[in-house]
């Protein structure tokens, strides 16, 4: 039984969180720090999703993967670092669940979502509400962050579709499936990360490779675009998302593209057989602390489980892998948010409601939780009744902000051109006001200029992040 806050710990009315997913945890955790109660309202188990397997908050239902923790060269490792730095629940709790990955931060997701749990349970000033809020929230709630995420319950998200008067969003997410290692086949698989990489709590061998010669490779490529899918009528002309694209869809895409994508060969030998080199590999990722399960890297699928068993087998080290977790969809919902909601994330048409996570149109783990991060230290301040002044856009934080709210869309006729989600990254920024240089001040050109040019805006983003949280301290203080 969670236990409840108490009226008398804050002299503050509570904020409301809808959904206790990442996006949800950090926004309550950012809200209860600045001094501020919260109520959190999760519905499971009351009401269960579709990809949702417990009644943990934060509970990952894609992979296990926070990406990049490369901070200079990487904009999802310079969030990590920005979330880090802003006290960040998520990123503190998947630093504790850390399992090997490479140069990516991964995570036990078990252990992860039970620490999340435990420390929001445990805060004075958190109330964890078990149940489904069907619908807007009553009218006497007057600073709410609506973070229902991609899985929206169809009761809430046809509220906000009919307030909005926009036609709600969706495009299809799949999820990889996930195999006990102790089924893999090491004769012919082999440990090692591209280019012998080491990352946070890797050794430089932390993913499964599996390869597949020429013949082996057509033979696999023809299975999967054979093999029978699941469909979905009613959601029918739906979008994929082309960061989240289901593996058969890549491969109808063009008889390469596997091969650069989640196949590609680069940057891995095989010690069972060096002189040759493989044409595809299929690479797994250690899922769980244990090191009992890896999952399928980018082979989210929406082939039927019998299909994803006989074609996944086919696999050289994967004849005879068990499946701890088969593949699926979800449907994923998100606002034209450039469009309804203003630069605090407040919906324009009733701006007691403030969204948060991937129903924004932000895309990835980190990039929800950051959002969170940010709409809950709107909200408190909000409540407390300071002003509140947005991270630059010089930031990752930032730069997500201001795509989420059409900074950088053209807007025709109230609206943007276009809007789909957006993993942060680079393109986001806005560009240097000076030129690039070497350290010995030669011309740079290639390769080479754009890890200069990655490096000095990681740089600009962490002195403006430091300017900005100094200025946010001093009006905390008034």
Known sequence: MVPRMSNTTSKFAPVHVIGGGLAGSEAAWQIARAGVPVILHEMRPVRGTEAHHTDQLAELVC????????????????????MRRMDSVIMACADRNQVPAGGALAVDREGFACAVTQTLEAHPLITIQREEVAGLPPAEWDNVIVATGPLTSAALAAAIGERTGEDQLAFFD???????????????????????KMGPGGTGADYINCPLDKEQYEAFLDALIAGEKTSFKEWEGTPYFDGCLPVEVMAERGRETLRYGPMKPVGL??????????YGIVQLR????????????????????????????????????????????????YLNSPKVLDKLLRLKAEPRLRFAGQITGC?????????????????????????????????????????????????????????QPMNVNFGLFPP???????????????????????KAMSERARLDLETWLT?????AQT
């Open 63 to 82: 992979s296990n993967s926070f990406r990049s923790d490369e901070a200079t060269t990487n904009a999802v490792g310079l969030i990590h670092r920005e």
């Open 174 to 196: 799949a999820i990889a499936p996930i195999v006990h290692f102790e089924s893999i086949d090491m004769s012919k698989a082999w440990f090692q990360s591209r280019y012998d």
């Open 269 to 278: 030998t095989n010690p069972h057989n060096p002189t040759v080199k493989a």
């Open 286 to 333: 250690q899922d769980n602390a244990l090191g009992t399960l890896y999952n399928m890297v980018g082979f989210q699928t929406k082939l039927k489980w019998g299909e994803q068993q006989r074609v996944f087998r086919s696999i050289p080290g994967l004849e005879n892998a068990e499946f701890a977790r088969l593949g699926g969809l979800h449907r994923n919902t």
């Open 363 to 419: 895309e990835g783990y980190v990039e929800s939780a950051a959002v969170g991060l940010v709409a809950g230290r709107m909200a408190a301040a909000e409540r407390l009744g300071h002003p509140f002044e947005q991270p630059p856009s010089t930031t990752a934080i930032g730069a997500l902000l201001n795509h989420i709210t059409g900074g950088h869309i053209e807007v025709i006729d109230g609206g943007p051109r276009s809007f």
């Open 432 to 454: 240097l006001t000076e030129a690039v240089k070497a350290e010995d001040g030669r011309k740079l050109k290639g390769p080479e200029k754009s890890v200069y040019r990655k």
């Open 471 to 475: 200025g946010a301290a001093r009006v």
